[in-house]
């Protein structure tokens, strides 16, 4: 399991770069959707041989080795792997994965495949993340039985819709205005929700609605007093940075 900080810091590595190869891709794969499959192919970048290999996506290298673009420049690595090939059996397999020369690369090859190869139409310029990677499934990317909803379920916990509008500094931006801001009982909006989403991080089972009601409170009154905080229940700078990290 990756920790607090490998999850974020893995956030801050590769939302710009999914979020640029989106844009120079058209927009035509949801950048939420790019970054939900890199932190789950790769255990949040805790992968070694992934890391190793700057390979987020677990592309295998394929019987005709084909390049879907520039990006991939032929090179590749062995390893073990899981194929529901009947979906739902397990079957354990060895199989040749691309290796790039850098996350970049491997990000614009993901975009590459997934915006040439005829078998990925149905996930591009569709009406939601869910409808893409339903897509990118029915494409043969991946064989898991619960495949999509594992990429859905990393895209709502972590609010990765918000990189959607195609800003690659939103990640840095909303943190760095979140911090500025102090919100309490009564407060709604995008910074409510960014607080409720880091709370249910830190173990809080909130509904993310963007709402800061009495639960909100409750919560953020418990996670001051594991902070050594003021527990006051209002999210100031300091409870800001704690809850940030």
Wanted: include cysteine.
């Amino acid at each position: 399991m990756a920790t607090k900080t490998q999850i974020n810091d893995f956030l801050r590595m590769i939302v710009p770069i999914a979020v640029r190869q989106a844009k120079k891709h058209g927009m035509k794969i949801y950048p939420s959707v790019c970054i939900a499959q890199a932190c789950h192919e790769s255990g949040w970048g805790t992968s070694k041989k992934m890391i190793n290999a700057n390979a987020l996506y677990g592309i295998k290298v394929g019987e005709s080795a084909y390049h879907f673009g520039k990006a991939w420049k032929g090179k590749a690595y062995k390893t073990g792997t899981t194929e529901y090939y009947d979906g739902k059996n397990p079957t354990k397999i060895v199989d040749w994965f691309r290796a790039y020369d850098s996350i970049e690369d491997a990000t614009e090859d993901y975009f590459d495949l997934l915006c040439t190869a005829k078998r990925y139409r149905g996930a591009l310029n569709q009406h939601s993340p869910k409808a893409c990677i339903d897509g990118i499934v029915r494409g043969g990317y991946a064989t898991g039985p619960k495949y999509a909803n594992h990429i859905m379920a990393t895209i709502n916990s972590y609010d990765l819709t918000r990189f959607d509008s195609g800003n690659e500094n939103e990640w840095s931006s909303s943190l760095n205005m979140a911090i500025k801001s102090v919100i309490r009982t009564g407060s709604r909006g995008d910074y409510v929700t960014l607080a409720q989403t880091k709370l249910n991080q830190k173990g809080m089972n909130l509904k993310v609605d963007g709402i800061f009601g009495k639960n909100t409170k409750d919560a953020v009154v418990k996670f001051q007093k594991e902070n050594g905080l003021v527990a006051d229940g209002v999210i100031g700078p300091n409870t800001w940075n704690k809850l940030l990290k």
